[in-house]
C-alpha cells in the first residue's frame, strides 16, 4: 500500500504531486512544523509528509524555486503560506477540496485569478479548471476517487521516471523483473501446443506469483486488453504485451490478490494496470541502439511524440518504431541439454544402432546424439511499429469527453528445430529421426492490434459520472516451415525410406515438408457507465459510493491450416475452425466509510454474468491508521474466474495408446498386457466447464516516520483457489469413471479426456516494500529502495488424489529481491540495481528429483545475483545521453531441469552483458 511519502514521490516523476486534502483542513489544530531551507518541490514534500493533508503542483514549474523552511507551531494552512511566502507562485483550491500550487507565470489567462490562501479559495469555482484538472483520482484496485492513502489495497506503481532509467526495451522484460513476477517469452509460448514444432503463437506475457496467465488480469487505463488469439493449451487465453511500447507508459500499477470485486473475472492472483500517457510537453524524440558483449541481439528503436496541455484540451500523440535481431540457440555455450536424443533405431531388448546418415554436427563417438536446445531461438528477431494518440477536451461545467487510439503492427521469426520424431514398429523397436532434410521448423508471426475508446463525463464536487465505449481487435497470422505431412512420410517408408538409414528422395521435399498458416482473430466490445457521489458525512469525512454497469463481448475466429485441420501434420492432433462468441455483464456497487479519524473501511461488491455463468464477488477493506507513522490494512475477498473461449477446447496432447496399471478401481480391461491394460486414448472438448472461484486475503502494516521522507511496508497474501481448470490425464482414470470408454461387454478399451474442474492452489506470500530519500543541496538527491517477495507456500491439488504437489521452488523462486541506489546529481543520474533470484528444483512439480542428477548434485539450480547500472548526463539544453548495462558482471544462467536448454525461460537472462545506449530530446 503506498504511503503519503511514496505517492508523492511517484507523482513527483510524473511532475505531479496528489493527495487528498480533507475540507476542514484550514480548520486543523496547530502542530510542529520542522522543514529546512532548500528546493520548494522537497519542501512541500516534506509538508504533506508533516502535515499529513495533500497538495497537487507541477514539480517542473516549480524547479528552481527555494523555500526559506518554516519550523514553529502553526495550521496546515499557515505552514503552507510561510512556506510560499515571497515566492511568485499562487496558491487556490479547487471545487473537489484539493490545494493547488501554481507558479504565477504559469497562469493560462490573466482574466482568471485564482484565490491566493486557503479560506479564500474554497469559494472557488469550476472556471478553475483553466487552471488546474479536476478529473477524478483513481486508484488502481478502486473505483472511488480518491488517493492511494486511503486505498485499503496495497498498490506497487512503477512511474516513468524508473520505467526511463530501467533501460528495458520492452513492457514485458521491465516486468518480468519484478519479485514474484514470472515471464513467458515469445518462444516459450510458440512451443505450448501440441507439438514442440507446431507453434501456438508468439505472445509475451507475465504472471503473478506462479499461478499462471490466467490468473492475473491486465488493463490499459483500466480497460482489459483483449486475448492474444492463438492458443496456448499450457497456459490458457494469453495477454500479449508486444504491442505497447515503454515509450507509451505513464506508469505501471499492480496490485496482488485478489480483486473480483472490481475487475471482474480474472483478477484471481492480481491485477496489472497499464496507464498510458495522455499529454506531452511538446515535442520530443528519443533514439536507442543496444548490443550484446557477444556482439549479437541488437536492437533499435526510434520514438518521436508531441503533445500539450492548456485550460481545455489535453492531447498527445505520438509513434514508436523497434526492431530487435535474432540470437540463434548455439550462440551461447551455456544452452545445452544434459540429456541428449539418440539418432537411430533402439530396439525393444535395449540395443541402439546409431544412424548411417547421422549428420556431422550430431556425430560423436558413442552414437549420434541430438540436442534440441542448439537450434531453438534465444531471441526472436521482430519488428514493432506502433502508434497511440489520446485527446482530453474539458466542456465546460465539469463535464469533460476523452477519446484514445492505439495500433500496433509486429513481425516476429524464431527457430524451433528441426522435427525429432519416432516411428514405432509392431515389434516394439522404433526409429528416432531428427528431420534435417525439412531444415529448421521455423515460425513467422505477424500480428495487428488496435484499440480505439472514448467517453464522456462529468465532475462536480462530491459527485460525478462517467459513460464510455471501446473496440478492440487483436489478429495473428503464423506461417510456420518444417512441418512434416504425416501420410506422406508413411508413404514414403512404405516405399523403402528407413529415416536415418537411407536417403530420401529430394522430389518428395516439397510435398512431405509443407508450409502450414493458422490464422487467429480476437475481437471485444467494451462498454461502462458509472457514477460517485458522496453520501454524507462520517466522523473521518464524507462517505463515498461507486456504482455501475459494465459490458463485454468477444469474439475468437481460428482458421487453422487445411493440413492440420485434417491431421494430416505429424505431432499434430486435428484442430477445427472455430467462432465462439461470449457475452458478459456486470453490476457493481463500492461504498467508501471513513468510519473515523484514520480508520477507513471499504465495502465492494459485484454481479458478473458471463457466458451462462454468474459469479457475485464481495470485498471488505480496512484502513487503520494507528499513529501518524504507522498503518494496518486488512482486506478479504472472493474472486472467480469463467472458463475462457480458448478453454472451450481440448486440452493439449498427444497419447495414442497408453498402458494404464492394474487397479481394482477400474473396470475389467478389454486388452490386458501383463500388469497393464492398453487403452486408446482420445482428447475432446469439454462444454461443461464452470468457473473457478478463490479466496484472498491480505494483511499489511506500513511504516511511514514522520517528518523524514522513509516508507516501509509488509504485507501477507493468501490466495485459495477452487475449481481450478486443469487437463486431465490418463492416470486420473482410476478415481474418474467419466473417462472410460467401454466396450459391449462392459470392458475397459480407451478413454477420453478433456480440461475439467479438478484442481486446488494455495498460495502464501510476503511482500516488502521501503524507499528512502535523501536530498541537500550540496550531494544532491540519494534514493534507497527494496523490494522483495517469499514465497511461503504454492501448492496444488488434483481431485481424486488426496495429495497436494508441491509448486513452490520450482518455475518461481520462492525468494526474489530487488535492491536499487540511486544517485541525482546537477549533471549525472546514476543507479545500480541489484536482482537476486533464489535457488529452484530441478525436477518436475510431481516426480522426485532423478537419480542421474541426484548423483552429481544437479537437483537444484543455484541462486543467481544480477546487476544494472544506469548512467545519465544532460549534453544540451534540451538532449540527454544515457547508458544502461544490464548484466554487468555477465552472469550465465545456470538450469538443469531436461528440456529447459539450461536456463529458465522467462526468469534469467539468455544474452549476457548487453550494453544500451538511449539519446533523448526533450
Known amino acids: 500500500m503506498p504511503t503519503a511519502g511514496q505517492l508523492l514521490r511517484r507523482l513527483r516523476r510524473t511532475g505531479l504531486y496528489l493527495l487528498l486534502l480533507s475540507p476542514a483542513c484550514a480548520l486543523a489544530a496547530d502542530a510542529d512544523y520542522h522543514i529546512a531551507h532548500g528546493p520548494l518541490a522537497q519542501a512541500l514534500r516534506q509538508w504533506s509528509q508533516q502535515s499529513g493533508d495533500a497538495l497537487l503542483f507541477d514539480a ?192 505501471i500499477e499492480l496490485v496482488r490478490g485478489g480483486a473480483s470485486a472490481i475487475y471482474g473475472a480474472d483478477a484471481i492472483a492480481g491485477v496489472v494496470n497499464i496507464v498510458l500517457r495522455e499529454q506531452a510537453d511538446g515535442p520530443e524524440a528519443l533514439l536507442q541502439t543496444g548490443i550484446s558483449n557477444q556482439d549479437d541481439g541488437g536492437q533499435y528503436r526510434l520514438q518521436a511524440a508531441t503533445g500539450h496541455a492548456d485550460g481545455r484540451n489535453r492531447w498527445f500523440l505520438g509513434i514508436d518504431l523497434q526492431q530487435r535481431r535474432h540470437v540463434a540457440g548455439d550462440r551461447r555455450s551455456w544452452h545445452r541439454e544434459a540429456s541428449r536424443y539418440p539418432v537411430g533405431l533402439l530396439t525393444h531388448d535395449g540395443y541402439y544402432l546409431p544412424a548411417f546418415r547421422c549428420p556431422p554436427s550430431l556425430l560423436a563417438d558413442d552414437g549420434c546424439w541430438y540436442d534440441s536446445s542448439r537450434p531453438r531461438s534465444l531471441q526472436p528477431a521482430s519488428t514493432t511499429a506502433s502508434v497511440y494518440g489520446h485527446w482530453n477536451h474539458d466542456i465546460g461545467d465539469g463535464m469533460y469527453a476523452h477519446a484514445e487510439l492505439r495500433a500496433s503492427h509486429s513481425r516476429q521469426r524464431f527457430d524451433l528445430g528441426p522435427t525429432a520424431a519416432a516411428l514405432r514398429f509392431d515389434n516394439g523397436d522404433l526409429i528416432n529421426h531428427v528431420f534435417e532434410e525439412a531444415g529448421n521448423a521455423r515460425s513467422a508471426a505477424n500480428g495487428i492490434e488496435a484499440d480505439f475508446s472514448a467517453g464522456i463525463g462529468r465532475n462536480r464536487t462530491g459527485h460525478g459520472w462517467e459513460a464510455g465505449l471501446s473496440r478492440q481487435r487483436s489478429q495473428v497470422m503464423l506461417t510456420t516451415s518444417g512441418a512434416i505431412r504425416s501420410s506422406r512420410l508413411l508413404d514414403a517408408v512404405a516405399d523403402g525410406f528407413i529415416p ?62 487445411k493440413l492440420l485441420e485434417d491431421g494430416e501434420l505429424a505431432l499434430g492432433l486435428p484442430t477445427e475452425r472455430r467462432r465462439l462468441s461470449r457475452q458478459a455483464s456486470a453490476a457493481y456497487a463500492e461504498l467508501g466509510l471513513p468510519l473515523a479519524t484514520g480508520l477507513h473501511m471499504d465495502l465492494a461488491a459485484r454481479l458478473d454474468r458471463d457466458a451462462g455463468d454468474t459469479a457475485f464477488s464481495p470485498r471488505a477493506g480496512l484502513r487503520w491508521n494507528l499513529s501518524p507513522s504507522w498503518s494496518l490494512l486488512l482486506s478479504s475477498g472472493r474472486g472467480y474466474r469463467a472458463p475462457s473461449l480458448f478453454e472451450r477446447r481440448r486440452p493439449p496432447g498427444y497419447f ?217 548526463r544532460p549534453i544540451g539544453p534540451r538532449l540527454t545521453a544515457a547508458l544502461d548495462i544490464h548484466n554487468l558482471l555477465n552472469t550465465q544462467p545456470v538450469n538443469y531441469l531436461p528440456g529447459n536448454g539450461g536456463q529458465a525461460v522467462g526468469l534469467d537472462d539468455p544474452l549476457g552483458r548487453y550494453f544500451l545506449l538511449t539519446l533523448q530530446f526533450r
Not at 514442440?196 to 486488453?225: E, H, K
Not at 482473430?521 to 461507486?546: K, M, N, S, V, Y
Open 500 to 561: 536415418g538409414f537411407t536417403a530420401l528422395d529430394p522430389a518428395l521435399y516439397d510435398d512431405l515438408f509443407p508450409t502450414t498458416r493458422n490464422r487467429g482473430r480476437t475481437d471485444q466490445w467494451l462498454g461502462w457507465w458509472g457514477q460517485h457521489r458522496e453520501l454524507g458525512q462520517l466522523r473521518g469525512g464524507p462517505a463515498q459510493l461507486a456504482s455501475g454497469l459494465d459490458l463485454r463481448r468477444e469474439t475468437w475466429t481460428a482458421r487453422p491450416d
Open 60 to 251: 517542473r514549474e516549480l524547479k528552481d524555486l527555494q523555500s526559506a523552511g518554516v519550523s514553529g507551531s502553526f495550521t496546515p494552512a499557515g505552514a503552507l503560506e510561510k512556506l510560499l511566502q515571497g515566492l511568485p507562485v499562487k496558491l487556490l483550491r479547487t471545487p473537489a477540496g484539493v490545494f493547488v500550487v501554481r507558479r504565477q507565470a504559469a497562469t493560462a489567462s490573466p482574466s482568471r485569478h485564482p484565490p491566493t490562501s486557503p479560506a479564500a479559495a474554497t469559494t472557488a469555482t469550476s472556471e478553475t479548471r483553466a487552471d488546474v484538472e479536476l478529473a477524478p483520482i483513481h486508484v488502481t484496485g478502486s473505483r472511488l476517487p480518491r488517493s492511494s492513502l486511503q486505498s485499503t489495497i496495497a498498490v506497487t506503481v512503477i512511474e516513468r521516471e524508473d520505467i526511463q532509467r530501467s533501460g528495458y526495451g520492452s513492457l514485458f522484460d521491465l516486468l518480468r523483473h519484478l519479485p514474484g513476477m514470472n515471464g513467458h517469452p515469445p518462444v516459450d509460448a510458440a512451443r505450448d501446443g501440441d507439438s514442440l514444432y507446431l507453434p501456438a503463437g508468439a505472445a509475451a506475457t507475465t504472471s503473478l506469483d506462479g499461478m499462471g496467465p490466467r490468473a492475473t488480469l491486465f488493463l490499459v487505463n483500466g480497460r482489459r486488453l483483449p486475448r492474444y488469439p492463438m492458443v496456448s493449451l499450457q497456459q490458457g487465453a494469453l495477454t500479449d504485451l508486444g504491442g505497447i511500447p515503454l515509450s507509451f507508459v505513464e506508469r
Open 656 to 872: 495414442g495408446v497408453v498402458a494404464l496399471p492394474a487397479s481394482s478401481t477400474l473396470p475389467a480391461c478389454a486388452h490386458p498386457v501383463q500388469d497393464n491394460c492398453m487403452v486408446e486414448v482420445q482428447v475432446m472438448e469439454n462444454p461443461a466447464l464452470s468457473a473457478e472461484t478463490s479466496r484472498s486475503h491480505a494483511l499489511g502494516l506500513l511504516w511511514a516516520p514522520a517528518g523524514t521522507d522513509f516508507t516501509l511496508s509488509l504485507t501477507h497474501n493468501r490466495i485459495d483457489l477452487h475449481d481450478e481448470i486443469l487437463d486431465l490425464r490418463p492416470e486420473d482414470a482410476l478415481w474418474n469413471p467419466d473417462t472410460w470408454q467401454l466396450d459391449d461387454n462392459g470392458r475397459l478399451q480407451g478413454l477420453q479426456l478433456y480440461f475439467d474442474n479438478i484442481g486446488r492452489t494455495v498460495s502464501r506470500n510476503w511482500t516488502l516494500h521501503g524507499d528512502y530519500r535523501h536530498a541537500t543541496a550540496t550531494s544532491g538527491l540519494w534514493r534507497f529502495s527494496l523490494d522483495a517477495i517469499q514465497q511461503q507456500q504454492l501448492r496444488r491439488q488434483r481431485h481424486g488424489s488426496g495429495q497436494w504437489t508441491n509448486l513452490r521452488g520450482h518455475a518461481t523462486p520462492a525468494t526474489a529481491v530487488t535492491a536499487t541506489v540511486q544517485w541525482q546529481g546537477r549533471q549525472w543520474d546514476t543507479a545500480l540495481q541489484a536482482f537476486y533470484t533464489g535457488s529452484t528444483r530441478a525436477w518436475q512439480p510431481e516426480a522426485a528429483c532423478p537419480p542421474a542428477q541426484s548423483g552429481i548434485g544437479h537437483c537444484s539450480n543455484p541462486a543467481q545475483l544480477r546487476w544494472n547500472l544506469h548512467l545519465e
